[in-house]
């Protein structure tokens, strides 16, 4: 069984681009959610997707936006970059959206934004 | 909102000895409580989780929690640390409310456990 996977595992851009961050969830899974981690702090919840709807969103603006595929697979969007989004960003499958359904991470994309 | 709070952001120890990572909450409902391990360079591994029932918790890799909710607190204890429990250890609630505002983990800022031999 295939665990969760991101891609890429590093990424470098400049303030103003866009970028996307992939996720391939778990097999089997429907849920994925996205997760902003800062240097030396804990991930902040960006927004969460179920069946490829979104499902709550955390205090993020606009310009962060997500897409969920048929396959369950995820991508996050981010515009405008900003020197703040530098960020590892997790993604996080579950077999639904439920309270009792653990949440698997992947490895994180390490973005940086110069 | 709720928050967590780790109270601890480095906790040095020796091999062999016990640990305890401290881990307070903030709420005046029932919430669901989490504790995940990262390894360097890793995304974050579940150790154990309280939804209800039993306050004692038990997880992998030997670790244990208790909920304490009069002290709204999930501490997370091991009896005899290994070089290998080296890690970031963050602890996480998800609210109620999270059948309409999806099913987030709200995580403390983390402690840093490093296991000496």
């Known amino acids: 069984e295939t665990g969760v996977t991101q891609s890429p595992t590093h990424l470098i851009k400049t303030r103003g681009q866009q970028v996307t961050l992939r996720c391939s969830s778990q097999?089997?899974?429907?849920?994925v959610s996205w997760y902003q981690q800062a240097l030396g702090q804990g991930p902040q919840f960006i927004f969460q997707?179920?069946?490829?709807?979104?499902?709550g969103r955390g205090n993020f603006p606009p310009r962060f936006s997500g897409l969920q595929f048929p396959n369950y697979s995820s991508e996050l969007n981010v515009n405008a970059l900003e020197l703040d989004d530098s960020a590892l960003y997790l993604c996080?499958?579950?077999?639904?959206?439920?309270?009792?359904?653990?949440?698997?991470f992947g490895p994180g994309t390490r973005l940086t934004v110069l | 909102a709720q928050s967590v709070t780790q109270l601890d952001s480095q906790v040095p120890v020796f091999e062999e000895a016990p640990v305890e990572l401290r881990c307070n909450y903030s709420s005046s409902v029932s919430v669901y409580l989490f504790w995940y391990v990262q390894y360097p360079n890793q995304g974050l591994q579940l150790l154990l989780k309280y939804l209800s029932g039993s306050t004692l918790v038990k997880g992998i890799n030997g670790f244990e929690a208790e909920f304490n909710k009069s002290q709204t607190s999930f501490h997370l204890r091991k009896p005899s640390v290994h070089i290998s429990d080296t890690a970031e250890y963050f602890c996480?609630?998800?609210?109620?409310?999270?059948?309409?505002?999806?099913?987030?983990?709200?995580f403390g800022e983390g402690t840093q456990l490093t296991v000496n031999p």
């Open positions: 996480a609630v998800i609210a109620p409310g999270w059948e309409t505002s999806g099913s987030r983990l709200t």
């Open positions: 997707y179920y069946r490829e709807e979104e499902n």
């Open positions: 097999s089997g899974h429907n849920t």
């Open positions: 996080a499958s579950s077999a639904q959206a439920g309270v009792t359904d653990t949440q698997y």
